[in-house]
Every structure is written in C-alpha cells, then in structure tokens.
C-alpha cells in the first residue's frame, strides 16, 4: 500500500491509535490510506499563491485589458476599420475582465483578516470601478452583436472603458501600496 505524500504517516497513525483507544483494548493498528493519484491530488487542493503572487498576476490582467481596450477603440477607427478585429478584441477583453475579477477575489482571500481591513475601503471602490467596466463591456456587446457595427458607440465605450481601467490601476496599485506589495 502506497501512502499518499502529503499526509505525514505519523498524524495518520496518531489518529488511528486514538481512534483504537477509543473502543477496545486492542492493539492499535494503522488506518488503511487509499493511494491518491496526482490527479486527484491537484483537483482536490488547489494551490495556494502568496498575496504577492496573486497581486502581481492582477496587474498584468490589469495590463492586458488597458490593451485589449485600446485595440477595440483603435479598430473602430474610420481609417483602419476592421469589425472581425473589433469584435474578437471584445471577446478577449471580456474573458480578461472575468479572470481578473476572479483573480481580485483570489487575493483578497489570500489576504490576512487585518490586511482585508486595512483595504476594505479602497476594495469597494474597486469593485464600483469593476462593476461599471463590465457595465461598458455589455454594452459593447450588445453594439457588437446587432448586424450594424456602430462604430462612433462602441469607440466611445472602449475609450471609457480604458478611462476605467486606468481608475481600476490607480486604485489597485494603491492597495498594494498600503500592504507593502509595490
């Protein structure tokens, strides 16, 4: 029998002895383990990142989205039109937007309950200015997904929306300031 790795043969043997005492005065024996694949390891638990590695992983959706943005508003330019590009730019804008939500929720949680405290603040305010860019993103989507392309709309959402995201940055980069992550 293969015992799984990261559980110390020691605590399991501690628990089976204990559960032994409990009933008779037999001798204690060792609980049977069932191995645990690397598969089912990694679903089971999932890894846990430090805040600063959470933190940085956040700036760069951050980045990726201020760029994705930037490509929807430059691809509804008259001169350089180009609707297919507009439209999957927005896709990818809208998928980055929802992993960096995630992430966000991520580091927070990794977060110790003082450092949550310390930013609950600023974190609110993160969450308007992310609420109001997925307000922006809908809106694009719905000006994207009609058969027209209204370009002067959808330039004006994607202009507003790189507008967010810059509040998004500044907000986010002071929260790493008051935890010490910048």
Same mark, same amino acid.
């Given at each position: 029998?293969?015992? =799984?790795?990261?559980?110390?043969?020691?605590?399991?043997?501690?628990?089976? +002895?204990?559960?032994?005492?409990?009933?008779?005065?037999? @001798? /204690? @024996?060792?609980?049977?383990?069932?191995?645990?694949?690397?598969?089912?390891?990694?679903?089971?638990?999932?890894?846990?990142?430090?805040?600063?590695?959470?933190?940085?992983?956040?700036?760069?959706?951050?980045?990726?989205?201020?760029?994705?943005?930037? *490509?929807?508003?430059?691809?509804?330019?008259?001169?350089?039109?180009?609707?297919?590009?507009? *439209?999957?730019?927005?896709?990818?804008?809208?998928?980055? &937007?929802?992993?960096? @939500?995630?992430? =966000?929720?991520?580091?927070?949680?990794? &977060?110790?309950?003082?450092?949550?405290?310390?930013?609950? +603040?600023?974190? /609110?305010?993160?969450?308007?200015? =992310?609420?109001?860019?997925?307000?922006?993103? @809908?809106? +694009?989507?719905?000006?994207?997904?009609?058969?027209? &392309?209204?370009?002067?709309?959808?330039?004006?959402?994607?202009?507003?929306?790189?507008?967010? +995201?810059?509040?998004?940055?500044?907000?986010?980069?002071?929260?790493?300031?008051?935890?010490?992550?910048?």
């Amino acid at each position: 029998m293969k015992l =799984h790795s990261s559980i110390p043969f020691a605590l399991l043997l501690a628990l089976a +002895m204990t559960q032994s005492a409990a009933g008779d005065d037999q @001798k /204690a @024996k060792p609980a049977a383990v069932e191995p645990v694949s690397a598969a089912q390891s990694a679903t089971s638990q999932p890894t846990q990142l430090a805040p600063g590695e959470l933190y940085r992983s956040c700036n760069q959706l951050i980045l990726q989205a201020q760029e994705k943005a930037k *490509i929807v508003k430059d691809s509804t330019n008259p001169r350089n039109l180009n609707a297919d590009r507009t *439209i999957q730019t927005h896709k990818e804008l809208q998928q980055t &937007l929802l992993k960096l @939500k995630d992430e =966000h929720q991520r580091f927070v949680q990794a &977060l110790t309950p003082e450092q949550q405290t310390s930013v609950q +603040m600023r974190n /609110a305010v993160i969450d308007q200015v =992310h609420n109001r860019i997925l307000e922006l993103a @809908k809106e +694009m989507d719905r000006e994207l997904s009609d058969n027209t &392309l209204h370009v002067a709309e959808v330039a004006n959402q994607a202009r507003a929306t790189q507008k967010e +995201m810059n509040s998004y940055q500044k907000e986010f980069r002071a929260m790493g300031g008051t935890l010490g992550l910048n």
